[in-house]
């Protein structure tokens, strides 16, 4: 029978703890962590994905400030202005929410943030810090992922792992954690040059769906009793809401998930836990867990 993984349910319990923590830190005379997030332009999903992060502090007791900025803004000026928070002492973690305009170029805005402030740990420090199986501040998402997989006890040792996509934000840190050791995982990479895709993602014992093409994966690539872990989610057209459209993940969800073992839903899959685990990264960061 399939089980689907409740990644609210996850996300809440998370944030219970560290709420938690939060006020234990709070009562002992210690100040709350503090997380800004520097918003470039007027991008729609941006907007509502920096909205989701400003409550989540509130929920748990961060404080928090979101730093506006017109698309006009120059690469100097956007990197003087992360010069700043990485001086300010005040600031514990701050993101830099992508894309930005393509005037900006996103590595060199990446390079310049303070690794030990880099929560969303995209800085090349935190990413060799990892590779290496050091202290370092993990991307939310591929981190999210390996919560989820903890939470449910879902084994993989010795299992073979499918990751479709490469990207750095999410394919390739996830790829390489999973084949530490703890995790122990086999793990194949796939991408848009890959020979028989489909018959690489059916030899998968866990898939992890990360390439942003809508229902791109459907029943005949996934074999029986495989988990199924659903990164993508896309707005596609619907006559059935009033919206006009609905969120499709990676996987189709319909036919995909009778075959599955386990199975994350679009929404309510890995996409709470992306929010959850940068609170827990800007924690971290609060404690100075990782650069002591």
Request: charged letters at 25%; glycine letters at 10%.
């Amino acid at each position: 029978m399939t089980k689907i993984i409740d990644g609210k349910e996850v996300a809440a319990v998370m944030r219970a703890e560290i709420a938690a923590e939060v006020a234990q830190m709070v009562a002992e005379g210690k100040r709350a962590p503090y997380l800004v997030a520097v918003l470039v332009g007027n991008d729609g999903a941006s907007e509502a994905y920096v909205g989701n992060k400003e409550k989540m502090c509130g929920e748990v007791g961060f404080g928090s400030q979101v730093r506006r900025f017109p698309d006009t803004i120059t690469e100097q000026e956007l990197l003087d202005e992360i010069a700043r928070l990485n001086a300010d002492e005040a600031v514990d973690g701050f993101i830099v929410q992508l894309p930005l305009p393509k005037h900006i170029s996103e590595d060199r805005v990446i390079e310049a943030i303070d690794p030990r402030k880099d929560v969303d740990g995209f800085h090349p420090e935190n990413t060799g810090r990892m590779i290496g199986g050091l202290p370092a501040y993990i991307p939310a998402t591929p981190d999210g992922i390996l919560s989820l997989l903890k939470y449910y006890d879902i084994e993989t040792s010795g299992k073979h792992c499918v990751v479709i996509g490469r990207s750095n934000i999410v394919g390739r840190p996830i790829a390489n954690l999973l084949s530490q050791k703890g995790w122990d995982c086999t793990v194949t990479i796939c991408h848009s040059r890959t020979h028989d895709l489909a018959g690489v993602v059916r030899t998968g014992d866990i898939v992890i769906a990360a390439l942003g093409k809508p229902e791109f994966v459907t029943a005949d690539m996934v074999k029986e009793g495989a988990v199924v872990i659903d990164v993508g989610i896309t707005r596609v057209p619907s006559a059935e809401t009033k919206s006009g459209w609905r969120l499709a993940g990676d996987v189709k969800f319909g036919e995909v998930a009778p075959r599955c073992s386990y199975i994350t839903p679009v929404p309510g899959g890995v996409g709470p836990m992306t929010i959850i685990s940068l609170m827990r990264n800007t924690l971290r960061a609060a404690k100075r867990e990782v650069y002591k």
